[in-house]
């Protein structure tokens, strides 16, 4: 009888342990996509300042090109 009382009692633990567990991932989720989110529109916005200004100086040299 003991040991069915003590078996139940590490699995009741081992279930508990894992219900923690479980929870702490769909922290640890939530937590990275909101991290990558904010990175990627960091990345983009940065591309998009660059790209506008590659953009301007394509068509200066092109400007100047055409008056020669």
């Given amino acids: 009888m003991k040991k069915v009382v003590l078996s139940l009692a590490?699995?009741?633990a081992m279930f508990v342990?894992?219900?923690e567990a479980a929870?702490?991932?769909e922290t640890t989720a939530d937590s990275t996509v909101a991290?990558?989110?904010t990175t990627v529109e960091?990345?983009?916005d940065s591309t998009v300042v660059t790209?506008?200004?590659t953009v301007a100086?394509?068509?200066e040299v092109v400007k100047e090109e055409v008056k020669k």
């Fill in 17 to 19: 342990s894992c219900k």
């Fill in 57 to 59: 100086k394509v068509e």
């Fill in 42 to 44: 960091t990345v983009v």
């Fill in 23 to 25: 929870e702490n991932v």
């Fill in 51 to 53: 790209a506008d200004s």
């Fill in 10 to 12: 590490v699995v009741a």
């Fill in 35 to 37: 991290e990558v989110e």
